[in-house]
């Protein structure tokens, strides 16, 4: 059988299980070490699955991995989310659709404490979603909102997907980091517009607070506005001294985890169940990554030893002669077909080092790739029928939100990204300005 075809009915197989509901880690290593070992017998085989754990374990960049997801933790148990949404729930309250606008800032604001658009959707549920139900927002458009705040979370530094994108793509981890900062705005703040424009023409849909319930002194409203500023203080004390070149990737990720655990423990927050359940969940989460990236390490070094990089360039630059500019929407296609049933992080480990060599062959940057990739991940994300957020979404929503509401409520959302993906890729300048300038390249 030719390599080619080796290579496609390992991925149809890999496919097929991952349909069948299997751990998305069991299905990309079992396809990887049985494809090993009859492709190069028992010592070729055993290899393959031995050099990859071993690959993994020295990349001294994976410590960043529990450093973010700790500091998220610590900041979402310690309740220090509770003090963003009270801040924007009275500065914001008074507009119409202002608690819907707040619960997208608080999202930009987790996404700068927490790489990961899980803890953001998990915040967003716990927190914002009880409060816009009990005020008679619009239940559809509650659910859209926090769903697509929670896209964010890949994007807006510290991302942890775009670290894993560094490190497979030879990257800065720094350039990509600021790659994501104006996307990501540009994205929160196109998300807030058509919130507004839609509660001004529906007033019905968000409905400002009432008046006593924002009537309260202004020493307290300023003092909430303090408490908000907490992010953006934990973000400048990990990100200035990465930047300037001060400390390294990893150093960054500890101050920042030292950062919030200091600032719980300041505001009396850091008790002994808020530190175990911090820690315990960190542990989870970050096996959870390792084991994903284990599996497709070993996958991606069989698609690797069968020449099947070079086999996909050669057939749609040579074969097939496609304008790059087409192989690029077909990639971000491909992703999107294939977020409906795996997350970012084993799209990214078992495609990308499939997709960056071919990027890279047809001209285009890396580091702009790596914006367009984690956009069009959480594109896929919530996208019908399978989409990963969707799911979550109902797991953690209240009985009385139906998959049918979850169903009905992303559609605008999703154009909405879509409208900010198609800019990122016709003025990539939105992506590479700002590295650009803080780096002078």
């Keep these: 059988m030719p ?6 009915f390992m991925f149809a197989t890999m496919m097929a299980m991952l ?14 070490v049985i494809a ?3 492709l190069w017998g028992d010592r070729g085989g055993y290899d393959i699955a031995f050099s990859s ?3 993994l374990m020295k990349w001294y960049p994976l410590l960043t991995l529990p450093m973010f997801i700790f500091m998220g933790y610590v900041l979402s148990e310690s309740k220090i989310a509770d003090d963003l949404y009270k801040m924007f729930h009275v500065w914001m309250g008074g507009l119409k659709g202002g608690l819907a606008i707040g619960t997208i800032g608080l999202m930009v604001l987790i996404s700068a404490m927490n790489g990961l658009s899980v803890a953001g959707m998990a915040i967003g549920a716990t927190i914002a979603l009880p409060e816009l139900l009990k005020r008679n927002y619009d239940k559809k458009m509650v659910t859209g909102v926090i769903q697509a705040g929670s896209s964010l979370g890949i994007l807006v530094p510290p991302s942890v997907v775009l670290v894993l994108y560094a490190m497979i793509a030879r990257q800065p981890v720094g350039q990509l980091w600021l790659a994501g900062v104006l996307p990501g705005l540009m994205m929160a703040t196109m998300f807030i517009i058509y919130i507004a424009v839609r509660c001004h023409l529906n007033p ?15 020493s307290e409203k300023l003092a909430l506005l303090r408490a908000g500023m907490l992010p953006l203080v934990i973000f400048a004390a990990m990100m200035v001294p990465f930047v300037n070149g001060w400390t390294s990737l990893v150093e960054s990720s500890a101050i920042g985890a030292l950062t919030a655990f200091m600032a719980a423990v300041l505001k009396g927050r850091m008790t002994r169940e808020v530190f175990e359940t911090s820690v315990r969940m960190t542990l989870g989460i970050s096996c959870m990554f390792m084991w994903i990236i284990l599996a497709a390490l070993a996958f991606g070094a069989v698609f690797d030893g069968l020449g099947a990089v070079k086999a996909i360039e050669t057939l749609f630059t040579e074969r097939l002669g496609l304008n790059p500019w087409v192989i690029l929407i077909l990639m971000q296609l491909s992703f999107i077909l294939m977020g409906t049933f795996l997350d970012d992080t084993a799209m990214l480990v078992i495609v990308a080092p499939l997709y960056v060599p071919l990027v890279a062959a047809l001209g285009f940057d890396l580091i702009w790739y790596g914006v367009l990739y984690t956009i069009t991940t959480q594109i896929a994300y919530m996208t019908p029928p399978f989409g990963y957020n969707l799911f979550l979404m109902r797991a953690m929503a209240p009985p009385e939100i ?4 979850i169903y009905g409520s992303i559609l605008p959302f999703v154009l909405v990204m879509v409208l900010a993906l198609t800019m990122v890729i016709l003025f990539p300048e939105i992506a590479l300005w700002l590295p650009g300038w803080v780096y002078g390249n």
């Design 19 to 32: 349909l069948t509901g299997q751990r998305v880690f069991g299905a990309i290593g079992f396809v990887a």
């Design 3 to 8: 390599y080619e075809m080796i290579a496609i």
């Design 53 to 55: 754990a071993m690959k």
């Design 204 to 218: 019905d849909l968000g409905p400002a607070l009432p008046k006593e319930e924002r009537d309260i002194p202004m």
């Design 402 to 405: 139906t998959l049918r509401d």
């Design 36 to 38: 090993a070992l009859v």
